[in-house]
């Protein structure tokens, strides 16, 4: 039996509005990796960059940065966000307060980042000075830490949400204890969800620009301590676009950005895959 | 009310049964008054009635079968069925005892002759007529209290029973039979055994509604 | 003929929120035999078998009077030390709930929590439970793979060796059997008749053919009350009252 005409129109219609985001995707990542892969070496990798961001240098220091800054964010959010969410799923039931952590979470994710940054940048760098340094990656680290909570808040909370309710009366059932449920049946089977909230929220982490822009100084030289200020990645391909036009090291930088993110991506993904194939016994 | 199909078959067996009863009540009757008036045309009619007597036997034991295996009867529709099982094969009892006396009936070919009074021989035959109505009507939903009766009744029927036999036996030992006779005796010696198991039958019947009706398996004894 | 008593409930009433329940429910459940609970659905037995230990404590606004008393105490007060009850009663749930580990870690579960660590106990009471529960043929020589594998039916014994494990007295289990086909089901139902000898059992059920196979004793709830508890022949042969009559006829509504 031949498709009908009619149900061809819109089928045809939906299929090119999916084929749509897969080119965008491929052209974005063609061009930019065509054009920055061929600058990608281990002299690239391994050498800081110039003190004017010439040409022929690497991006070593920024790379540390990125690592750094985005690593105190998620040691200060990881805790916050899982604990946040056992808390509002497990101890909490269904009420107004847990109604409202939710919303103001989700308020939080929506605030543009600059003025996070803003905030970021009156507190931590000028009112907390003494004690962050000012611009340094402990300033940066925290501040990107009230972005990625939101985002790994919000999914441990649905992953939690997903454990059967059957497992915590499977375990309650037997005398175990209300923490030791939670901490033998239900974090282990929400682990994969748990964990893709962080990275998800990793990703947030390294791609931010205004925020770290505001907080992190930008300062090209290798980081020794948390209190000295830093320029990740993101802030050195902004800097050295607008201030030195330097389009060759931009591609370069932004090549080693995504292929990062698309590692980071990958391998959780495997790791998380096959993780749930153990638990699901396969 | 849910379960429409079942309930109707439920009612369908039920009926049937009853019918089943009415015409071995019926076959009781023609046989005793073919007897008493020496009507062997009618004693060959039920003697050929039997037939439809144990068609509905057959059927009806197919019926509860299905309902059995298909609906999982629990409660009162499982002791209507387990009654009517047992109930149907008293009656085709009851119907092959009525096809015996017909026979004798119709080997008489005459008039009956006794050498006793035949006030307890009628009364006999009265009780187990209205026993075996009673239990067919206990059963299409009469009065249980009547069923409850039906011991007491046999007791008296067991009574007149032994009673006639020791009568008779007297009377032969005595030899006031004549020749002629003596194969009457021999005759009524029979066919009161068969209404004196009729009646066990009724009873039998009787109790079974008991339990049908009330659930208590005392009655089954 | 062992007549003793192991729970004892005497005007239970329960409302979730302004709904009540459970109707000044009272029945004594008989010691090492099966009690079924049936009756139509939201007629309040899932409701009652949780109350026995203290599930319903996890449903928001649960307002619960009476007494249920076990081994001498009201289960009901609140200072009764619920962790220690459910070692005692535990409960085998309608879906097979296995966590995602191994089999060997399902059934040491409740042990460990309970703080047996040494291998050698755990391996025995493992040994034990499997094969208390019917399973010990079936998994014994892949206690490692994860307890998903195992067939609907497996995991539900596997449940109850899990459960067997921390040694309870009673063992209340809700429509065990309904997410079962039929050859799991009798598998079941073989082992809940086995598991009367050391146990007490309370099982709800939908399946009344279920109840009248396993158990003694047949309690019917119909809209919260407990309309009759009988023996179970007497139950499905002579009910006393007409809605358990109807009920058990199908010629309910």
């Not at chain 1, 931010?208 to 050195?236: F, K, N, Q, W």
Request: net charge neutral.
């Amino acid at each position: 039996m031949a498709a009908k005409r009619s149900e061809m129109v819109p089928m045809g219609l939906l299929w090119g509005a999916g084929i749509a985001t897969l080119v965008i995707l491929i052209v974005i990542l063609a061009y930019i990796l065509s054009k920055g892969l061929p600058l990608i070496s281990w002299h690239f990798l391994t050498t800081n960059p110039g003190v004017r961001g010439q040409a022929g240098t690497g991006i070593y220091s920024t790379i540390l940065a990125t690592v750094a800054v985005t690593g105190v964010a998620l040691l200060v959010a990881a805790p916050l966000s899982v604990g946040g969410a056992i808390y509002l799923n497990e101890y909490t039931r269904e009420n107004l307060l847990r109604k409202v952590i939710r919303q103001a979470a989700e308020i939080l994710a929506g605030i543009p980042s600059i003025i996070i940054g803003l905030f970021g940048f009156l507190f931590f760098v000028i009112y907390l000075l003494p004690y962050t340094g000012g611009w340094s990656v402990l300033s940066g680290g925290l501040t990107l830490a009230f972005m990625v909570l939101p985002i790994s808040l919000r999914i441990s909370e649905e992953a939690l949400k997903a454990v059967p309710g059957e497992l915590r009366e499977g375990s309650l059932g037997l005398g175990a204890t209300k923490w030791q449920s939670i901490t033998t049946v239900v974090l282990p089977t929400a682990l994969p969800g748990i964990v893709t909230g962080l990275i998800l929220g990793m990703g947030r982490a390294i791609g931010e620009t205004a925020a770290i822009l505001l907080t992190a100084g930008g300062a090209l030289g290798v980081i020794h301590s948390l209190r000295d200020p830093a320029c990740p990645m993101t802030l050195y391909l902004y800097n050295i676009l607008t201030e030195y036009n330097d389009t060759t090291t931009a591609y370069g930088t932004a090549a080693v950005l995504i292929i990062a993110i698309l590692a980071i991506t990958f391998v959780t993904d495997w790791l998380m895959n096959s993780y749930t194939k153990k638990l699901k016994g396969l | 009310m849910a379960r429409n199909r079942y309930v109707r078959k439920l009612k369908e067996l039920r009926q049937n049964v009853v019918d089943m009863g009415v015409l071995t009540r019926r076959s009781v009757e023609d046989v005793l008054t073919a007897l008493e008036t020496s009507d062997t045309a009618l004693a060959e009619r039920v003697i050929a009635n039997d037939d439809e007597i144990d068609k509905f036997d057959r059927k009806i034991e197919s019926q509860c079968m299905t309902l059995l295996a298909l609906e999982q009867p629990m409660a009162k529709d499982l002791r209507v069925i387990a009654t009517s099982l047992k109930m149907i094969t008293d009656l085709e009892r009851i119907g092959d005892f009525v096809v015996d006396i017909a026979e004798e009936v119709v080997a008489m070919g005459k008039p009956i002759r006794i050498p006793v009074s035949a006030t307890k021989f009628d009364e006999l035959v009265a009780d187990v007529k209205s026993m075996v109505a009673d239990s067919i009507e206990t059963y299409a939903g009469g009065d249980i209290q009547k069923a409850r009766s039906f011991e007491a009744r046999d007791d008296r029927i067991d009574f007149l029973y032994k009673n006639i036999v020791e009568n008779m036996v007297n009377a032969l030992a005595q030899g006031k039979c004549s020749t002629e006779t003596v194969s009457d005796v021999a005759s009524l010696l029979y066919i009161i055994r068969y209404l004196e198991r009729i009646a066990d039958h009724a009873v039998n019947i009787g109790n079974r509604v008991c339990y049908m009706e009330e659930g208590d398996r005392r009655y089954l004894k | 003929m062992n007549n003793a008593i192991e729970i004892s409930v005497k005007d239970l009433d329960l409302w979730f929120g302004k709904f009540q329940a459970l109707k000044k429910i009272s029945i004594d459940i008989p010691k090492n035999k099966v009690t079924a609970l049936i009756g139509p659905s939201g007629c309040g037995k899932s409701t009652f078998i949780k109350t026995l230990d203290r599930m319903n404590d996890l449903v928001d606004n649960v307002k619960i009077t009476g007494e249920v008393v076990y081994q001498g105490r009201n289960i009901l007060d609140s200072d009764t030390d619920v962790v220690e009850l459910r070692k005692q009663i535990g409960m085998v749930f309608q879906k097979p709930n296995p966590f995602p580990k191994s089999i060997f870690d399902n059934v040491a579960y409740g042990p460990r929590v309970h703080g047996v660590r040494k291998k050698a106990n755990l391996n025995e009471v493992v040994e034990r439970s499997l094969k208390a529960a019917a399973l010990w043929e079936e998994v014994k020589d892949r206690l490692n793979e994860s307890a998903l594998r195992l067939s609907g039916g497996q995991q539900q014994r596997l449940c109850i060796a899990r459960l067997l494990a921390v040694e309870p007295e009673v063992l209340l289990m809700d429509e065990p059997a309904s997410a079962l086909d039929p050859i799991a089901t009798s598998k079941i139902e073989d082992l809940i008749y086995e598991l009367k000898k050391d146990y007490t059992i309370v099982i709800v059920t939908h399946n009344m053919q279920q109840a009248a196979r396993v158990s003694s004793n047949t309690a019917f709830f119909y809209l919260g009350e407990l309309v009759e508890f009988a023996s179970t022949i007497d139950l499905f042969e002579r009910p006393r009252d007409k809605r358990t009559e109807d009920y058990v006829t199908g010629k309910f509504g």
